[in-house]
C-alpha cells in the first residue's frame, strides 16, 4: 500500500497511484494471460500491442506529425547526448555529399547551454567529435551558440544574445551546420524555456532557417505540457523516469528524412562510426524492438499515457494543473522573499521551471535554517527535496504525478517556516 507521504524527486519521481496498482497486478499476470508483463516475449501479439498504443496515445497528447517517427530505446538521456551527435553527423554529411560537396568540411554543431544537461551534452559532443590528438582533423567543430553560465544558469539568453555559426537567412548550400541543440528544462537549475513562443527567453525558433535541424532534450519536460513548434523539431527525445515511468526507457522522436543509413555514411569518410543499437534507422524501422526493449518500463509508460489521456484530460488538463501546482509554490516562495526567509534562485519569470523549482533558505547568522527547514520538511512528509548535490540549496519538483494537494501541503508548510521565522 501507500503511504501518506509527499515526493519531491528529481527522478526517478513519482508515478500515478492507479498505474502502480495496474502494474503491480500484470507482473503478475498480465490481462488473464496467467503470465506477468515481464515474462511475455516482446515479439509476441501481447506486447506488439503495448508498443503501439503507448506510440499511438503518445502522438496524440503531444501532437506529432506523420513526418516524424517515434521509438523507445534504453540508455538514457546519456545516451542520446551521444546518438543525436552520431546520427545527425551522418545525415548531415549524406545531405551535403548529394549537394555535390566535393572536400570535406567539418561541420559546426551549434549549443545552446543553459544549465548542468546542456553543458554535459556539449562536452559529450566534443569528446565525440574532436580528437584529443593535436592537429587531427575533427569530423566537427562544437560552437556555443548562447551561454546562460555567467549568471549561474538563472536566466534564459535573450534573443540578442544568441550568435548561432550561420545567419537567419542562410541558404542550405551555404551552410555547413549539421544541427542546434537545446535542453527544453534544465533539472538540475530549474530553468525552463517559456511555452509562450512570443514570451522573452522563448527559444528563437526564427532565427534557424528551415533547413538546419533542431534537437531538443525533453527529459524532465515531457508531457507536462505542449511542445512548441514539435513539427519544427529534428530530434526531441526524454528519458522516462521523471513525467512517463520507470527509470530504463527514452523515447525518440525523429523526424523521418533523418532516418539514414549510417554505414553509407561511413562509406564517405569524416564521420564517426555509429553503433547499431543507436542508429535511428534501424531503431525506427524495426518499431522499438530490433533488439530486446526494457519491456516493464515502456509497459508502465504506456500506462501512464493511457491514465494522462482519459483520466487526466490529455495534454489540456496535464497542462493546467502543471500551471497551477508551479504558480501556488512560487507565489509561496515570492511571498516568503519578501520576509527574506527563502528565495527561487530563478528570479526571471519567463525562466522558471514549472518542473523543478529551486529555492534558498536565506542564511542567518547563528543558525543553520537549510537544516531546520529541510528536518521541519521531513517530519511533515515531505521526501526528496534537497537541491542537487552540484549546486546545493532545495529543489521541489512537480513531475505530473506530484498531485496539487502535495502541492498545496508544501505551500502550507512554506508559509508556517515564513511566519515562524520572518
Ligand atoms: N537531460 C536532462 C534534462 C536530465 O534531467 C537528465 C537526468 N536527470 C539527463 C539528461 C540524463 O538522463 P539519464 O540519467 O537518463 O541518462
Known amino acids: 500500500e501507500r503511504v501518506d507521504i509527499h515526493n519531491f524527486a528529481a527522478g526517478p519521481s513519482p508515478l500515478p497511484t492507479p498505474v502502480l496498482h495496474k502494474a503491480a497486478q500484470s507482473l503478475l499476470n498480465y490481462n488473464g494471460t496467467g503470465m506477468g508483463v515481464c515474462e511475455l516475449s516482446h515479439r509476441g501479439k501481447e506486447f506488439k500491442a503495448i508498443v503501439e498504443g503507448a506510440e499511438a496515445n503518445l502522438r496524440t497528447l503531444l501532437a506529432i506529425p506523420d513526418t516524424h517517427a517515434v521509438f523507445f530505446t534504453q540508455g538514457g538521456g546519456t545516451q542520446q547526448f551521444s546518438s543525436t551527435v552520431l546520427n545527425l553527423l551522418s545525415s548531415h554529411r549524406l545531405r551535403k555529399a548529394a549537394h555535390g560537396e566535393k572536400e570535406f568540411v567539418p561541420p559546426t554543431i551549434d549549443y545552446v547551454v543553459t544549465g548542468s544537461w546542456s553543458s554535459k551534452a556539449s562536452a559529450e559532443a566534443k ?76 527559444f528563437p525558433f526564427d532565427l534557424v532557417p528551415a533547413h538546419i535541424p533542431i534537437v531538443a532534450d525533453y527529459s524532465s519536460s515531457f508531457i507536462s505540457r505542449p511542445i512548441p513548434h514539435v513539427e519544427r523539431h529534428a530530434v526531441i527525445y526524454a528519458g522516462a523516469q521523471k513525467n512517463l515511468g520507470p527509470a530504463g526507457t527514452t523515447v525518440v522522436i525523429v523526424r523521418k528524412d533523418l532516418l539514414v543509413d549510417t554505414t553509407e555514411a561511413s562509406l564517405l569518410g569524416n564521420v564517426p562510426a555509429v553503433p547499431i543499437e543507436l542508429e535511428y534507422k534501424t531503431l525506427a524501422d524495426n518499431g522499438s524492438l530490433y533488439n530486446t526493449p526494457p519491456v516493464f518500463a515502456i509497459y508502465v509508460s504506456a500506462l501512464v499515457l493511457e491514465y494522462l489521456l482519459h483520466e487526466k484530460g490529455g495534454i489540456k488538463g496535464v497542462t493546467a494543473t ?48 537549510e537544516k531546520e527547514f529541510l528536518a521541519g520538511a521531513e517530519k511533515q512528509g515531505f521526501r526528496q527535496i534537497k537541491g542537487h548535490r552540484s549546486i546545493g540549496g532545495i529543489r521541489a519538483s512537480l513531475y505530473n504525478a506530484v498531485t496539487e494537494e502535495s502541492v498545496d501541503a508544501l505551500v502550507q508548510y512554506i508559509d508556517e517556516f515564513v511566519k515562524a521565522h520572518a
Open 322 to 369: 502543471n500551471e497551477r501546482k508551479a504558480r501556488k509554490l512560487y507565489e509561496a516562495l515570492d511571498r516568503a522573499e519578501e520576509k527574506n526567509v527563502l528565495k527561487a534562485k530563478v528570479k526571471q519569470l519567463e525562466a522558471r521551471s514549472w518542473m523543478n523549482v529551486t529555492f534558498e533558505v536565506v542564511a542567518k547568522e547563528g543558525e543553520d535554517r
Open 127 to 202: 569528446r565525440l567529435v574532436v580528437p584529443p590528438v593535436p592537429g587531427a582533423q575533427p569530423f566537427a567543430k562544437i560552437h556555443v551558440a548562447a551561454t546562460t553560465k555567467p549568471s549561474g544558469f538563472n536566466t534564459l539568453p535573450a534573443r540578442e544574445q544568441y550568435e548561432f555559426s550561420f545567419k537567419p537567412d542562410a541558404k542550405e548550400e551555404d551552410s555547413n551546420t549539421a544541427f542546434v541543440y537545446y535542453c527544453e528544462n534544465e533539472t538540475i537549475n530549474g530553468v525552463e524555456f517559456p511555452a509562450d513562443a512570443d514570451a522573452h527567453g522563448a
